[in-house]
Antibody, heavy 121, light 109 residues
Framework: QVQLVQSGPEVRKPGASVKVSCKTS????????ITWVRQAPGQGLEWMGW????????HYAQKVRGRATMSTDTSTNTAYLELRRLRSDDTAIYYC??????????????WGQGTLVTVSS | DIILTQSPATLSLSPGKRATLSCRAS??????FAWYQQKPGQPPRLLIY???SRATGIPARFSGSGSGTDFTLTISSLEPEDFAVYYC???????????FGGGTKVEIK
């Protein structure tokens, strides 16, 4: 079955960087785009960006543009999110999710289990 | 920017009742709409895509409808496992971008 398994929790100080991985299995990696969404404690869902697993094209939300970099490794079917110059308001659970259908579907399914990133001095 | 407003913020209902959740867009949108369910400590789960198509494995009691600026998720008869937070989401095709609503919590009355 299709699975997205994310790396473990991270703690960073303000100004540092973090890189979260999302290892996929059970489907043709290059056929589905990947999106990254975060959720601050007790809050709603915030879209961060999207990457094509086919050619590496990326599109970022305005809020994180310039601080976030999304990438993929087709040899290991893994997607990555790096976030730099971390601030306390970056503390959140970070999720990766796969386009439910190839070719740019509306919905995303499945989602990774989430990675808690805590930014604290 | 597109804004999605979900209402009500909280819906208190008994099992077996019908739940109607609303998502209103700040401008008229095509049907690139999805709905998700999220339970505590879990990632979101896709319920509906393209405004009215049920995702794989989703029970028939969940249905989506709407067009333009008003989209609705209906749960025809609430089961105990349906009490959760529900989010609507719009996707622009290109460049790809997602917008989420603020969520509706469906709680047991």
């Amino acid at each position: 079955q299709v699975q997205l398994v994310q790396s473990g929790p991270e703690v960073r100080k303000p100004g540092a960087s973090v890189k979260v991985s999302c290892k996929t299995s059970g489907y043709t990696f290059t056929s589905h785009g990947i999106t990254w969404v975060r959720q601050a404690p007790g809050q709603g869902l915030e879209w961060m960006g999207w990457i094509s697993a086919y050619n590496g094209d990326t599109h970022y939300a305005q809020k994180v543009r310039g601080r976030a970099t999304m990438s993929t490794d087709t040899s290991t079917n893994t997607a990555y999110l790096e976030l730099r110059r971390l601030r306390s308001d970056d503390t959140a659970i970070y999720y990766c999710a796969r386009e439910a259908h190839s070719g740019g579907s509306t919905g995303f399914d499945p989602w990774g289990q989430g990675t808690l990133v805590t930014v604290s001095s | 920017d597109i804004i999605l407003t979900q209402s009500p913020a909280t819906l208190s209902l008994s099992p077996g009742k019908r739940a109607t959740l609303s998502c209103r867009a700040s401008q008229s949108l095509p049907n690139s709409f999805a709905w998700y369910q999220q339970k505590p400590g879990q990632p979101p789960r896709l319920l509906i895509y393209d405004a009215s198509s049920r995702a794989t494995g989703i029970p028939a009691r969940f249905s989506g409808s709407g067009s333009g600026t008003d989209f609705t998720l209906t749960i025809s008869s609430l089961e105990p496992e349906d009490f959760a937070v529900y989010y609507c989401q719009y996707r622009t095709k290109w460049p790809p971008a997602l917008t989420f609503g603020g969520g509706t919590k469906v709680e047991i009355k």
